[in-house]
């Protein structure tokens, strides 16, 4: 993933000299991808009225599935003219709130977790780190090990390289004068 955003900022920079080039486009990749999730957080409050309404339904659907197997094993056991055992009624209970906390978190939308500056600071940066450490992370997972390079140490070493003393032009410092004996120095 890291790969196909550098080729997509690359021509952005494309007027720089080429190791430049590799120095900022790490940097560039990152401020695109916080713009595009600044983006998304404002839009969420749009988006929110939609799924609200989505997100309470499919809950709904989704406890009626679960409970599906509960209802026809009850009904099994009945039917044999037993008691259901407690596991039974327990399994129920534990989708039951499983639908009623998703109906709440249905009802409460995503406007809250938007509302509140610093959280939605935190989830954009938890959302572009997480996505650039997994992508950094399997972006060898396909070629085999010595002839890939990591996106994110190769840009490491390039910006070091480039930023480093060792490949500046050895500049002489000038010869310092000897300070003069003074009379208290002599004695």
Known sequence: MIEDGLDLVRPLLSDLPPQWQTVLALPLLVLAFLVVATVVAKCVPALDHVLRPAVVAATSVLGLMLLLPEYLATIAIRRAGRRPPAVIHLYDDGVEGLVGLGMRAGRTGLSGLTRDRRLRRFLIVVAVG???????????????????????AAWWEQTTRLVSDD???????????????TKATAK
């Open 130 to 152: 997480s996505t650039l450490v997994v992508s950094s992370g399997n972006s060898c997972a396909q070629a085999p090990a010595p002839t890939c390079r990591n996106p994110v």
């Open 167 to 181: 490949e500046a032009p050895a500049v002489k410092p000038k010869p310092t004068k000897k300070p003069k004996p």
